[in-house]
């Protein structure tokens, strides 16, 4: 039940902050953000949602501050920005994040599948760069951009990454036997 509030609360963030932007001032909409942030820091109990949380906090007082929407609009570069950093670290510091996930379901991964995993890791760095850059200029583009890129076309892009790396991974662990 967690995750489902977790998903929800996600996929909804855009689509909150732009509907209210047209019903109320950015500041009210900051309290929106920071308890969107909290709820998802103490539902997942991990600590990257609470460093996003804290960022999170620091966008919406400065929205809160200054009544501007950016800040608000800001939330998913930050989040695209923190899951970059934490994939990267892992491949500073192995295991990588993939090869973390693949071990849950396959404890005695081969060699292959931790080169495999570890290229995996790669590709989810760059597109978290390609999508934090995408959502930043979105944001800075107009608000309705912001609500298509952010609310739906972020992801179609991260399930085609998801569809795209199945069907790769079949094909290799089919060529590894």
Not at 66 to 91: D, E, G, H, M, R
Not at 109 to 132: D, E, K, M
């Amino acid at each position: 039940m967690r995750n489902v509030i977790l998903a929800v609360i996600t996929l909804l963030y855009p689509l909150l902050i732009y509907h209210g932007m047209g019903h109320f001032e950015p500041k009210w909409l900051a309290l929106l953000l920071l308890a969107i942030a909290l709820t998802r820091a103490v539902l997942s109990k991990e600590k990257v949602w609470l460093i996003a949380a804290a960022g999170a906090a620091v966008l919406a007082a400065i929205s809160f501050f200054s009544n501007q929407a950016l800040p608000l609009k800001l939330y998913p570069v930050l989040v695209n920005a923190v899951l970059c950093l934490v994939f990267a670290l892992t491949l500073v510091y192995p295991p990588s994040a993939i090869e973390r996930l693949a071990r849950l379901s396959e404890p005695d991964l081969p060699a292959s599948g931790v080169h495999y995993t570890r290229r995996v890791t790669q590709v989810w760095c760059g597109f978290f760069i390609f999508n934090g850059s995408a959502a930043l200029m979105s944001a800075l583009w107009s608000d309705a951009a912001w609500a298509i890129y952010n609310g739906l076309i972020a992801y179609l892009l991260m399930g085609i990454l998801f569809l795209g790396e199945w069907l790769i991974r079949r094909r290799v662990k089919a060529a590894h036997g």
